[in-house]
């Protein structure tokens, strides 16, 4: 939203450096992902736009509650917890 100039938050935290979370470009370039559940890299594959799947994370998504964000609805359709 920030980057559409449609959200201008007066503070916000960069969590890019915590280790904990998992980018849509580390799922896209996972080689077992890809065999065992294939499903999650397509979806990530159609998340955004590159530089939102190299920065954003899994959990990130997850947490946001936008219904247009496909991430939601993969790991439903997966029954991820």
Do not use: W, Y
């Amino acid at each position: 939203m920030m980057k559409i100039r449609l959200a201008a938050p007066g503070h916000f935290a960069d969590i890019i450096g915590i280790a904990a979370g998992t980018s849509q470009a580390e799922i896209l370039s996972s080689g077992l992902l890809g065999e065992k559940c294939p499903s999650l890299p397509q979806a990530a594959a159609g998340i955004a736009d590159p530089q939102a799947r190299n920065c954003g994370a899994v959990g990130d998504n997850r947490a946001n509650g936008d219904p247009g964000d496909d991430c939601p609805a993969i790991m439903m359709a997966l029954d991820a917890s």
